[in-house]
């Protein structure tokens, strides 16, 4: 059973939570007129996947995926008190996301080294420093503590505020801010646009 | 960095959080064990929210391979000023050589110079982003042009028609955005949208801050406006007020390709269409003008608006001769 359950929970880490940039992005669709915030559409998608206890069946997690999220974007839709115009329309004309993420969410590993830091370098002075040490010299938090003078469970919070900013930093498409990126690919862009 | 920390996803990621970092303590105990065990049975919300804040704790250690060799630890290894001379950072070549190319290729297309200024415009429907020499961002909307001048230590924009969104890149030179008469002098780093409207402008800071004089000529009326505020100006003054950031997005919605309405009435809809497409829509009844709409549009497709109101509303669509598409009462 222990060790059905960690199965289901590494599938899970596999298949379903490298999903995230795309899912993210497809949940936006739904949430065009900002009545529903997207991230708690995706949220609710994983806690219903995880939950899945026929994995093992799932043959297509992409497509497994997109359909929990469509359900999750329905039922907010049906609680809602005012509908706008659009929202229904929207919510017929959007098809399901068509394929497992390309290469496109496998960032080179300097680059991925490289959207980290970034994410370290835009936390406030404190918390940065707290993470520094924790993770690029894996100090353990009692050392960061009587390093910084500070108390352990001050630490843990300034660790824990990094992680949070760092997993929702990662959970978005890394790199799409790049300057260089958004100059290369703009004629494309506005065909992708063009295309929605 | 600020979230809305009363949601209850952040509070259930917060707590998951707060298990990762515990759980990776040398100094977590047996109990702190089973109190999490506890945590992540009551939900398989908990449980989803726990795996996505380990893998991102677990990807976070590859910062370890940015430690220098036999150093005493550096608390600010990542601090924002000295990563650029981390030798696990720098840039390739490849990824410089592309920067250079899309700048230059940004300047060159479309651009025209006189002597040492230079002209950046757009037609109806288009949208432009143009990246400057100082890596400050120009992004023009439909139907609008400026005029750049770098010189005499001064960054200086003209925007002479339409709408667009400058970002003004760090640099010991003041960058300043010239309006309707009016001087908009931009902090560094700082991003702000001017829109020209028939009499005057409006002037939106998304980031940063900025100095607005709307009319110098006149004397000393400058107005300090600081990230989410927008000013309404003309020649005769100013008036600002805070703007939250949905607003600016859905001003700005313009820069994804789309108009996003919230409440506006069907007259300041049709305005707004008709800026982006040489179709134009016409309202010939006055009584459905004031009609409330809300919804995300595509700018380019006035017949996808069109639609949506003749099904939501009891309004009728037809098309003239010349194109225009008319809107009248039905029944």
């Known amino acids: ?196 | 960095m600020e979230r809305e920390t009363g949601s209850r996803r952040e509070t259930v990621r917060q707590a998951a959080a707060l298990w990762v970092v515990r759980l990776d303590d040398p100094s977590c105990s047996d109990a702190d064990r089973a109190a999490f065990q506890a945590w992540r049975d009551q939900s398989h919300e908990h449980e989803a929210a726990f795996e996505r804040e380990a893998v991102a704790w677990a990807r976070l250690d590859r910062l370890r391979a940015l430690r220098p060799p036999g150093e005493r630890p550096d608390r600010d290894l990542l601090e924002p000023a000295r990563r650029s001379s981390l030798p696990g950072l720098s840039r390739s070549p490849w990824a410089r050589g592309m920067a250079a190319a899309a700048v230059a290729a940004l300047v060159v297309t479309g651009a025209m110079s006189f002597g040492t200024s230079t002209a950046y415009a757009t037609a109806i429907g288009e949208r432009r982003v143009v990246v400057l020499s100082d890596n400050s961002r120009i992004e023009l909307n439909t139907n609008s042009k400026v005029v750049v001048r770098y010189r005499n230590g001064v960054r200086e924009v003209k925007l002479v028609r339409g709408e667009a969104v400058f970002e003004a890149a760090k640099d010991a030179r003041p960058f300043v955005i010239r309006a309707e008469g009016a001087i908009i002098e931009s902090g560094n780093g700082a991003e702000m949208a001017v829109r020209l409207g028939s009499n005057g402008a409006i002037v939106t800071v998304r980031k940063g801050a900025a100095e607005l004089d709307p009319n110098p000529s006149v004397g000393h009326d400058e107005m300090s406006l600081k990230a989410g505020v927008a000013a309404v100006y003309s020649a005769v003054g100013g008036q600002a007020r805070p703007v939250s950031e949905n607003e600016i997005d859905r001003a700005l919605a313009w820069r994804q390709g789309a108009i996003a309405l919230n409440g506006q009435s069907l007259e300041q809809a049709v305005a707004e269409f008709n800026r982006y497409n040489r179709q134009q829509v016409s309202i010939t009844d006055p009584s459905i003008s004031g009609l409330r709409l809300a919804g995300y549009f595509q700018t380019t497709e006035p017949k996808g608006f069109v639609a949506a109101v003749t099904s939501a509303f009891p309004v009728r669509a037809t098309e003239s001769a010349d194109g225009t598409i008319r809107l009248s009462r039905r029944g």
Not at chain 1, 6 to 19: G, N, V
Not at chain 1, 85 to 109: C, H, K, N, W, Y
Not at chain 1, 111 to 138: G, H, M, N, W
């Open chain 1, 1 to 196: 059973m222990a060790q059905d359950d960690e199965d289901r929970r590494a599938w899970f880490r596999r298949e379903i939570l490298s999903l995230e940039p795309d899912l993210t992005a497809y949940a936006r669709q739904f949430c065009r007129d900002g009545q529903t915030d997207p991230e708690d559409l995706v949220h609710e998608t994983f806690a219903r996947a995880i939950a899945c206890r026929t994995w093992r069946e799932v043959s297509n997690p992409a497509a497994f995926a997109t359909r929990i999220l469509r359900n999750c974007a329905l039922d907010a839709l049906r609680r809602r008190k005012v509908l706008t115009i659009t929202a229904v329309a929207d919510f017929e004309r959007i098809e399901p996301m068509d394929e497992a993420p390309g290469a496109q969410t496998v960032l080179e590993s300097r680059e991925e080294l490289r959207a980290l830091a970034d994410a370290i370098a835009e936390l406030p002075a404190q918390c940065r420093r707290a993470f520094t040490l924790r993770k690029v010299y894996s100090l353990s938090p009692e050392d960061i503590a009587v390093r910084m003078g500070l108390s352990v469970s001050t630490v843990e919070k300034h660790l824990v505020k990094g992680l949070r900013y760092c997993s929702d930093k990662l959970g978005r498409r890394i790199g799409r801010k790049n300057k260089v990126d958004e100059g290369r690919s703009w004629s494309a862009k506005r065909d992708h646009d063009a295309k929605r």
